[in-house]
């Protein structure tokens, strides 16, 4: 497991420990009843990744999202939340490329512009963990056939409301597998596409 640049990973896990106990306060805010006015957005859809194994090859897979927004923030920093992503790249191998898989989970901020009523775009920044299957090397390493890397994973994209707290997101992200052989980066990228779920009240719904 290729972990030198877990360091950089401490700032992420700082802000999302200053992020809970805010959360841990919200109840008073969800009067609704259920989950309605939890700072939570959560999301599923599907993915279509270049792989970066051998030039035009592609996959694709499920993408799943939690994002929270703490209540209380500055106005400046309105929009700021933690994201986490968890990633499945397993479907449409590749011809010769029989073992091949990307799984990944990730976390880390993302700022989304919320000016607008019924479009969302967003810029994120994670870091996290992937998981790679992949064919051997039969003349070399057999039996070498799985992996984990540290993954870092700059992206951006939009929500679009669909009706009320029914969003759906169009989402870029360009991921660097750190040093996966010697000093060359995997980097696997693309767009994800899916359905939200936005528990916070919305404007109509704000007393």
Not at 86 to 101: E, S
Not at 158 to 180: C, G, K, M
Request: a neutral charge; charged letters at 15%; hydrophobic letters at 40%.
């Amino acid at each position: 497991m290729h972990l030198k640049l877990v360091p950089r990973l401490f700032p992420t896990l700082l802000f999302a420990l200053a992020v809970v106990p805010v959360c841990s306060q919200v109840g008073p805010a969800a009067t609704q009843g259920g989950l309605s006015g939890v700072p939570v957005v959560v999301g599923l859809g599907g993915a279509d990744f270049s792989i970066d194994w051998g030039p035009g090859k592609r996959m694709q897979g499920i993408t799943a999202w939690v994002d929270v927004y703490p209540w209380g923030m500055p106005p400046k920093m309105y929009g700021l939340g933690i994201e986490a992503e968890g990633r499945d790249i397993n479907f449409n191998r590749p011809t010769g490329l029989t073992k091949m898989r990307h799984d990944t989970g990730l976390i880390g901020p993302i700022y989304s512009l919320t000016h607008f009523k019924n479009v969302r775009p967003y810029a994120k920044y994670l870091m996290g963990i992937g998981s790679i299957d992949f064919p051997p090397n039969v003349s070399v390493f057999p039996y070498y056939t799985h992996d984990t890397y540290l993954v870092l994973a700059p992206g951006a994209g939009a929500d679009f409301r669909l009706y009320r707290h029914l969003w759906a997101r169009v989402d870029y992200e360009y991921q660097f597998w750190h040093h996966t052989w010697g000093n060359h980066d995997l980097d696997p990228n693309g767009v994800s596409f899916g359905v939200l779920y936005d528990f916070r009240p919305s404007s109509s719904e704000k007393r």
